[in-house]
């Protein structure tokens, strides 16, 4: 078979051709720019030397972080002091027993009068008209005699009781004893209002508050009214106890942590939400949102717990956003390892 000499040359000049020509046409496409990673937060430092966290839109609406206003309160300065509830089984058993007596001092005083009365008729009968013997005469003034006896038992009975009453829980819930019917009393026997123990502290000897705030190992505040002095010492409590008395129920033995509240002005500042603190390095800290995705940390200057958070009077202002969800996280984002050293000044930037 006779070969073709000019076909070979002529493909593979076709051959180079077109590889040329693709090559010009790759190079002169546009190269995508590469793909950008997502911004990682960033950290400033401020002129007080705090440290600002800043995310990125992206990162802000992926991490859930939530923010609520802070509002300003009155703080009255407190002192605390420790107290207990005691079992009130004694002073049931006294309502009991003194209801007793009180029904048998009633009976002896309805008898003595009744014999009191027939004596004196028996003896003007006898004066008057001599209707009645010698020996009628003297046995009306023997029951008058004994009924008078019995009904000073029973007097007798009755103030020993109170004074059982007194010695024990102080003379106003004796006082709620000897009356009858009671709702007060009742309540403290029916355990709808509870009576407490509270040792004032050995400085705050004087006049006790009248009203305070208790809270119990659930961290509960309930307010107590005063009722008197304690009688009776008590070996677990150092300092005048003084007797109060809560209208909220509580358990028998619990211990208390006493509020006292002290004779000054009460201070104005905010209050830092529970959910808002941090504990860095032994301090409690708050994020503050100073715009879109700028979060500055700030530690809570003298913090004073209360109910639902911190009170703190300089360091924030009413009306600034607190980070109450996320707080935690940002934290950590904090502690990454940053690109480009800062000049944060907290103690723990030298480790």
């Known amino acids: 078979m006779k070969r073709r000499p000019g076909l070979l040359p002529w493909l593979v000049t076709a051959s180079a051709a077109t590889s040329a020509a693709l090559a010009a046409w790759l190079y002169l496409q546009p190269v995508p720019p590469p793909a ?55 002073l049931t058993d006294l309502h009991s027993r003194y209801r ?27 004066r008057d008209a001599g209707n009645v013997s010698e020996k009628g005469l003297q046995a009306a003034a023997a029951t008058a005699s004994a009924d008078q ?19 024990q829980f102080g003379e106003p819930v004796a006082q709620l004893l000897a009356m009858q019917p009671s709702a007060e009393l009742n309540r403290l026997l029916n355990h709808q209002d509870t009576l407490l123990r509270i040792a004032l502290p050995a400085q705050g000897k004087g006049t006790p508050p009248r ?34 008395r ?40 708050a994020y503050v949102q100073t715009e879109a995705g700028h979060f500055l940390r700030r530690p809570l200057s003298d913090p004073r717990p209360v109910s639902g958070g911190y009170f703190v009077g300089s360091g924030f202002k009413a009306g600034e956003q607190v980070v109450v969800r996320g707080a935690q996280m940002l934290l950590s984002e904090e502690q990454r390892p940053q690109i480009a050293a800062s000049a944060c000044k907290d103690p723990e930037c030298d480790d």
């Open 36 to 90: 950008q990673l997502p911004a990682a937060p960033t950290w400033l430092t401020n002129e007080a030397g705090l440290t600002l966290v800043t995310l990125d839109p992206a990162t802000l609406a992926r991490s859930g972080i939530q923010t609520a206003m802070l509002a300003s309160i009155e703080h009255q300065a407190e002192q605390l002091a420790y107290g207990s509830v005691p079992d009130i089984q004694p």
């Open 211 to 244: 009203r305070i705030s208790v809270e119990d190992d659930s961290g509960q505040r309930v307010q107590a009214d005063l009722l008197s002095a304690a009688p009776q010492s008590d070996p677990n409590l150092a300092g005048q106890v003084y007797l109060y």
């Open 149 to 167: 006896a019995k009904l000073e038992t029973a007097r007798s009975t009755v103030q020993a009781l109170r004074a059982n009453a007194v010695q």
């Open 100 to 126: 007793t007596a009180q029904g048998d001092f009633g009976a002896a005083q309805a008898a003595a009068t009744a014999s009191n009365q027939e004596l004196k008729r028996s003896r003007a009968l006898a």
């Open 246 to 285: 809560s209208t909220t129920p509580l358990p028998f033995g619990s211990r208390l942590l006493a509020h006292l509240p002290v004779a000054q002005r009460a201070a104005s500042g905010v209050l830092i939400p529970q959910d808002a603190v941090v504990w860095f390095g032994a301090i409690p800290w």
